[in-house]
């Protein structure tokens, strides 16, 4: 076990920057029709380490919400040509969006208005005009419990990276933006080899720290808009946004060839042995759904099997 772990060190140590950047606070949507209080919103926002994007109305606000993903959204009534109101029903209407936490920042402070927008799904309300420090701190709560809930819902515990449930949202949101602007997508389906084997003969707490190890070498591989998850037992899915099946398989093969080479544990007589995994590659096409698009990186990853194993198909 401190073998393999001294290994992950290793790893690490190699790829950390000595800098590294001061990590976001997070992505807000600032959606206000006053170009003075959403100016001045989002630069008290930046200044607290969120970035910030900034919407006059609610159009702009849809096509942002197609294009990124989004953890808080502060949202004004009042606007033109069409209100506040017209968002909610956008955002509920989208299982992908329907749970971004929503501030309603509003000059009205009418109950009726209150209730309404509780009823229609915000989170909080505040009444302008309001205090940053207030508004800021009711903020950074609603993220803070977020966070921790999407960190039960969608990671995997062993392992920390997406959950199958997660990669299948994802899956069907990035689907949905390609409708509108088409560009590649493609996926690989990743499955260790003889990994029965190592568990039978090293025992599950090394399977488990090898899976670890695993996860570890896919994030730390990815490009920024990666998305890796763990599918099943020994099974990992990375999603590739905006790269075509060559792209992702060069991706893919910098994993394979760093894993091949890395010693994970030791058998009895002492030798070093590293672990393998086989991987299929598929692209999206127009008119393709989700399920096909897995199970032709599934079928792929099954020749991949057959023809050796330690090798990646598309
Ligand atoms: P192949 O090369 O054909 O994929 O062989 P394999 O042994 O990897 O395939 P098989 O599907 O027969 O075995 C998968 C094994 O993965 C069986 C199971 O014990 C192991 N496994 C699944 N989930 C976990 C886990 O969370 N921890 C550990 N340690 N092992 C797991
Ligand atoms: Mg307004
Ligand atoms: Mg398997
Ligand atoms: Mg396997």
Redesign the pocket.
């Known amino acids: 076990l401190a073998y393999h772990r001294q290994q992950l060190e290793l790893g690490r140590l190699e790829t950390s920057s000595p800098h590294p950047a001061p990590p976001s606070q997070g992505r807000l949507l600032v959606v206000d029709d006053d170009p003075f209080l959403r100016s001045y919103l989002a630069r008290r926002l930046r200044l607290s380490g969120y970035e910030v994007d900034e919407a006059a109305n609610v159009e702009t606000a849809t096509r942002l919400l197609r294009e990124r993903a989004y953890d808080l959204i502060t949202l004004d009534l009042i606007m033109e040509p069409q209100s506040g109101y017209e968002l909610f029903h956008y955002l509920k209407a989208d299982p992908t969006l329907k749970w971004i936490p929503l501030i309603v920042l509003s000059g009205r402070g009418e109950l009726g208005d209150k209730v309404r927008c509780f009823e229609l799904g915000a989170d909080d309300y505040i009444t302008k005009p309001f205090q940053f420090e207030e508004m800021a701190a009711r903020l950074s709560r609603l993220l803070a419990r977020t966070k921790s809930f999407e960190h039960l819902a969608f990671r995997d515990p ?1 392992t920390g990276v997406y959950n199958r449930r997660y990669f299948e949202s994802r899956l069907h949101q990035e689907l949905r933006r390609l409708e509108s602007e088409p560009g590649p997508l493609s996926l690989a389906f990743l ?10 003969t090293y ?6 720290l ?2 670890q190890g695993m996860a570890y070498l896919l994030q730390q591989n990815g490009g920024p808009g990666d998305l890796v998850a763990r599918f ?3 099974e990992f899915v990375v999603l590739f946004p905006g790269l075509g099946r060559k792209e992702a398989h060069e991706r893919i093969e910098a994993v394979r060839r760093r894993v091949h080479g890395q010693p994970v544990y030791r058998d009895k007589e002492g030798r070093s042995h590293s672990v393998t995994f ?1 991987a299929g590659i598929a692209e999206w096409k127009p008119g393709m759904g989700g399920d096909r698009l897995v199970r032709l990186a599934d079928e792929a990853m099954y020749r991949a ?1 057959e023809t050796g ?1 330690d090798r990646i198909i598309e």
């Open positions: 062993l499955d260790l080899d003889r990994f029965k084997s190592i568990n039978d025992g599950h707490s090394i399977g488990d090898i899976l099943g037992g020994e086989s099997k194993r």
